[in-house]
């Protein structure tokens, strides 16, 4: 498997790793991937990956020696290999395993082998190093391909559980269009995760609107596996005016309103008192178009101001009458409300990729 090789399958392994990601602790993995040594980190999933590029190199070896013996016993060069591979690759990803450049010139990866010179490690750091080489040479010596592959992917499910503990880098433009601001909505939102990106992206745009237009003082949010009934609150977004009424709720759906949850949301806006209901969703089911609409119709007779419209097109609306300075603010209420709500890092790397990009 050559770099180019690797690449593709690294990032399609990610991919699939960050889309599925999992939250029950790795102990044995962990360890090395949170280490407090930075060399520890980079040293585990480098090794781990150039003995699945490679199998004949051996996960112990730590500098290939002269060209005579460049090709004898599984040595190799794990220092080119780090700098040119992992390296970027963990730029490439919010610097998750750490920022040094080229990990492998620190003092404890300067040696021939893992498991030669130990005793001129840092008595306190030397059970981290003892560890790493035990693990490494029960893998070593098991010597099966398919054994190292498993252990790599539960290295990166390990690495993506680092990346949801620590903050992401939003790359925020300092100008954006409102056409390139739709479109990154649409992108973003394209991705089908459950309804938490259409809540997140409605919560920041109507806190943005609430400050930019003065019509709401607070705004509040909905976890998104908690239940408005089981709450008592009569929609996803809670949206306060003034006076700390509740002047608006917003109900968020990341797929076509349907006539049942139309009718479900309207009785528990009642019951609180909420005379005006938004719908944030793509669509109304067609199927129940027609029946929506005379509900709305017979609501507004009734007192309540129902209405439905799409993320996209109450942005393309609002921020054509806002300065481009608050489309901006609206970006980084978005990557506020994705780190406010230690959001699996699909979410918040997904984001700041199309930001990025």
């Known amino acids: 498997m050559n770099d180019a090789e690797l690449n593709d399958w690294l990032d399609s392994m990610w991919e699939q790793t960050l889309s599925s990601f999992e939250s029950e602790p790795d102990e044995d993995i962990d360890r090395f991937v949170g280490s407090s040594l930075v060399s520890i980190r980079y040293a585990f999933f480098t090794q781990l990956l150039g003995k699945f590029t490679d199998a004949n190199r051996d996960l112990l070896c730590l500098q290939r020696g002269n060209q005579e013996s460049a090709t004898t016993d599984g040595r190799w060069d794990p220092r080119s290999f780090c700098t040119r591979v992992v390296v970027p690759w963990v730029r490439r990803n919010h610097n998750v395993l750490g920022t040094s450049s080229d990990p492998y010139v620190n003092n404890p990866l300067r040696r021939p082998r893992l498991d030669e010179g130990m005793d001129s490690l840092s008595l306190s750091y030397r059970g981290q190093w003892d560890a790493l080489v035990e693990f490494l040479s029960a893998l070593q010596s098991d010597g099966r391909r398919s054994t190292v592959e498993a252990t790599l992917v539960r290295c990166l499910k390990s690495i993506a559980r680092r990346l949801r503990a620590q903050s992401v880098t939003y790359p925020v433009p300092r100008r954006i269009s409102l056409g390139q601001l739709c479109s990154l909505l649409d992108r973003y939102l394209e991705v089908s995760d459950g309804g938490l990106r259409p809540m997140i992206v409605a919560t920041a745009l109507m806190r943005t609107l609430g400050e930019a237009f003065s019509i709401f003082t607070r705004v509040e949010s909905q976890g998104l596996n908690e239940a408005d009934t089981a709450s008592g609150a009569p929609g996803d977004v809670l949206c306060f005016g003034t006076d700390e009424e509740l002047a608006l709720a917003v109900e968020v759906k990341g797929h076509d309103l349907t006539y049942v949850e139309l009718g479900a ?39 309540s101001n129902v209405h ?13 009458l806002l300065g481009e300075d608050w489309r901006v603010q609206f970006i980084e209420a978005i990557c506020d409300e994705l780190d406010s709500r230690s959001t699996d890092p699909a979410d918040r790397v997904g984001f700041a990729g199309l930001l990025g990009g």
């Open 308 to 320: 439905q419209i799409s993320i996209n097109d109450l942005v393309r609306a609002t921020f054509s």
């Open 265 to 303: 949301t309207i009785l528990k806006a009642r019951s609180s008192g909420v005379e005006n209901i938004l719908f944030a969703s793509p669509g109304i089911a067609s199927a129940d178009r027609e029946a929506i609409e005379t509900r709305i119709n017979n609501e507004f007779a009734s007192g």
